[in-house]
């Protein structure tokens, strides 16, 4: 069965610093992830995904096959960069989603 | 385009009664999922379906019902509510293409059980 960690509930950095939300998968197939957004109790958005590699409001997240990872990164955080974030990993036409992080980014 | 829309928003029931929650897309979108969001647990799928008049069930379906009679409708049914069933509602839809398929979630319906 599929399975996404994120290992950090909550993750404080002040303005400026640099953030990295970590996530490890455990799906034994071709993996397939996300990192989906949830700003302020709203809707979740796609932020990014592997295949397209593509950066995304700074933020930048690459595939590693061999610590199957997909740690989220961005070098200088922002206030609006406070947020709900949720790693995902498709298979079997559903999203298996992590139990998501917690940033606050402290001015 | 709406994208995905989600009624109610909010709603308050008292243990034992039933209520239905209505997702509907326009994106013309073959899949569809329903998830509920809880402190610490994340998004959990409760049922999803892959095309009109089909359901499949998540990782946790029970004390859930779910209907697709129309493609563009998906209907989360709880028969007899429970206070455990206290949570937030997200459901989603995605295109069925070859290419890994965005999710495009609703606004979420918030419900209390008492």
């Known amino acids: 069965a599929q399975r996404v960690t994120q290992p950090e509930k909550l993750l404080s950095v002040f303005k400026g610093a640099p953030v990295e939300l970590k996530c490890n998968y455990s799906y034994s197939g071709s993996p397939e992830l996300f990192w989906y957004v949830q700003y302020s109790r709203q809707r979740l958005l796609l932020l990014l995904r592997?295949?397209s590699r593509e950066s995304i409001k700074g933020f930048t997240a690459d595939l590693n096959k061999g610590e199957t990872s997909f740690h989220l990164k961005k070098p200088f955080a922002q206030e609006e960069d406070s947020a709900m974030y949720y790693c995902?990993?498709?298979?079997?036409?559903?999203?298996?989603f992590g139990k998501g992080n917690q940033v606050v980014v402290i001015p | 385009n709406a994208g995905v829309t989600q009624t109610p928003k909010f709603r308050v029931l008292k243990t034992g009664q039933s209520m239905t929650l209505l997702c509907a897309q326009d994106?013309?979108?073959?899949?569809m999922y329903w998830y509920r969001q809880d402190p610490g647990m994340g998004l959990r799928l409760i049922h999803y379906?892959?095309?009109?008049?089909?359901?499949a069930k998540g990782e946790v379906p029970d004390g859930y019902n779910v209907s697709r009679l129309k493609k563009q409708n998906f209907l989360l049914g709880l028969e007899s509510a429970a206070p455990s069933q206290t949570s937030v509602y997200f459901c989603?839809?995605?295109?069925?293409?070859?290419?890994?398929?965005?999710?495009?979630f609703g606004p979420g319906t918030r419900l209390t059980v008492l």
């Open positions: 989603a839809s995605s295109y069925a293409g070859l290419a890994p398929d965005t999710q495009y």
């Open positions: 995902a990993d498709r298979g079997n036409n559903r999203l298996a």
């Open positions: 994106m013309n979108h073959e899949y």
């Open positions: 592997h295949i």
């Open positions: 379906s892959v095309g009109e008049g089909t359901t």
